[in-house]
């Protein structure tokens, strides 16, 4: 089991490297999602965020969460094929939290390689968790 702190980790990247663990076929537990990083403006951010959670129709989807660990995992079902059989296991192994659970305080969580917020250009970024409280 391959546990990833998000904390100050570039949500992207980080989501590519969950994504490939799961199809590799390991377990993968994401912790603090909340405090990963979205580059750019603060307030587009939001609102780019804001639009994409209104649109369609409340009945038909899109149905995006204001859960920072469900959105979390969403992200990273972007990057998987989930639609088919290999994709749709691949997303069951992985789980995302938005805190620490006492199950993994002890464990050591691995360290993604160029994920980490310091590799921005710029110093406009926010993070999942402050996005989700603006929409």
């Given at each position: 089991m391959i546990i990833v702190n998000a904390e100050n980790l570039i949500?992207?990247?980080?989501?590519?490297?969950?994504?490939?663990?799961?199809?590799?076929?390991?377990?993968?537990?994401?912790?603090?999602?909340?405090?990963?990083?979205?580059?750019?403006?603060?307030?587009?951010?939001?609102?780019?965020?804001f639009d994409a959670r209104n649109r369609g129709t409340p009945a038909k989807g899109p149905f995006i969460t204001k859960m920072p660990d469900r959105y979390v995992r969403r992200v990273i079902r972007g990057m998987l094929p989930y639609k088919i059989a290999k994709g749709a296991e691949a997303y069951k192994r992985v789980l995302c939290y938005a805190g620490?659970?006492?199950?993994?305080?002890?464990?050591?969580?691995?360290?993604?390689?160029?994920?980490?917020?310091?590799?921005?250009?710029?110093?406009?970024?926010?993070?999942?968790?402050?996005?989700?409280?603006?929409?």
């Open positions: 949500l992207g990247r980080m989501a590519t490297f969950v994504a490939k663990q799961a199809l590799l076929g390991k377990e993968v537990r994401v912790i603090n999602a909340d405090k990963a990083i979205i580059s750019g403006k603060k307030s587009k951010t939001i609102s780019d965020a620490i659970p006492d199950e993994f305080k002890d464990q050591q969580p691995a360290e993604i390689k160029g994920a980490n917020f310091e590799k921005l250009p710029n110093l406009k970024y926010t993070t999942v968790g402050e996005v989700l409280k603006g929409i």
